[in-house]
């Protein structure tokens, strides 16, 4: 039985659910972090986080994500991730910052 009916998604929950992703993702890394850093594997400081961050910039620059025939679709892709990235990051730093 063939189901032609259209799904909608209401823009609200769509953005409240990723961001409750995002939340929950950077929480689970601060713990991650917190772990290895009471194990003595890190020194975590919100430096170490900013390295992390190049470091994740730079795999994610030097990755094929998508694989567009546009140049221009693949660039903004790239630089979308490497944005959400840069403020995940920062968030975790400042986050650290806050909470020693």
Known sequence: MKDDSEVQLD????VARI?????LTRQLMVV???????LG????TPAYVREL??????K???SKII???SSEVNYEFK???????????????????ANP
Do not use: C, G, K, M
Not at 19 to 23: F, M, S, V
Not at 41 to 44: C, E, F, R, V
């Open 60 to 62: 994610v620059d030097e």
């Open 79 to 97: 630089l979308n991730v490497i944005h959400n990235l840069e403020r995940f990051f920062d968030e975790i730093a400042d986050h650290l910052t």
């Open 67 to 69: 694989e567009s025939s």
């Open 32 to 38: 991650q972090l917190r772990i290895l850093d009471e």
């Open 19 to 23: 961001t409750a992703l995002e939340i």
């Open 11 to 14: 823009p609200v929950a769509t």
């Open 41 to 44: 594997q890190i020194d975590l």
């Open 53 to 58: 961050a190049t470091i994740y910039t730079a």
